[in-house]
């Protein structure tokens, strides 16, 4: 008997659950897409979508005012949290007290030079999972907006520049935190 029949004949049981347990486990997560890829794929199709019924230019209006409300509430409830625990807002304590999962989601190498930090992301769940769709420019929305907001809301004068990103095409994503005090 198939599968399908098998379900809609006499249903599931515990034995036959069992079985897809096994068989999901030896896929050895073959299928699975982390929840940073999940999310990002959301996103793109949430882009897209808004950009097929209201037009390229409203919708790019659209993306960029949630967007930039998304990462300003999410700065400004990091910001809340160094707060509570009686600390400056400083770059170190936005990084401490930040909401990213970075250790899952992107991977990515820091560099220190003349006392700012970059960070040079060389891959990116967020962004590769709506690739694999076809729907990178949709999620480039995000990335064009979102770090930049998301450290406005926490303190605004702090600053970042991000010359590159994945899902603008580049190799890489460039993120420029300047902090010192230039001379």
Request: one cysteine or more; charged letters at 35%.
């Amino acid at each position: 008997m198939d599968e399908i029949k098998k379900e809609r004949e006499e249903g599931l049981d515990w034995e036959y659950m069992g079985e897809m347990i096994k068989e999901r486990e030896a896929t050895g997560g073959k299928y699975v897409t982390p929840m940073a890829g999940l999310m990002g794929q959301l996103f793109a199709v949430m882009a897209k979508t808004i950009i097929d019924e209201v037009g390229k230019e409203k919708g790019e209006a659209i993306l960029e005012k949630a967007v930039r409300y998304f990462g300003e509430e999410r700065g400004r409830r990091v910001a809340e949290r160094v707060k509570a625990a009686g600390k400056p807002l400083s770059l170190k304590n936005f990084l401490v007290f930040g909401d990213l999962d970075s250790s899952t989601a992107i991977s990515f190498v820091p560099n220190i030079e003349e006392g700012d930090l970059s960070l040079s992301i060389n891959s990116c769940d967020f962004s590769k999972y709506p690739d694999d769709w076809g729907m990178g420019e949709y999620f480039h929305y995000y990335c064009k907006y979102i770090d930049k907001s998301t450290l406005r809301g926490y303190n605004a004068e702090l600053k970042l520049e991000v010359p590159k990103t994945l899902s603008g095409g580049d190799d890489v994503c460039i993120l420029c935190y300047t902090v010192k005090e230039k001379k």
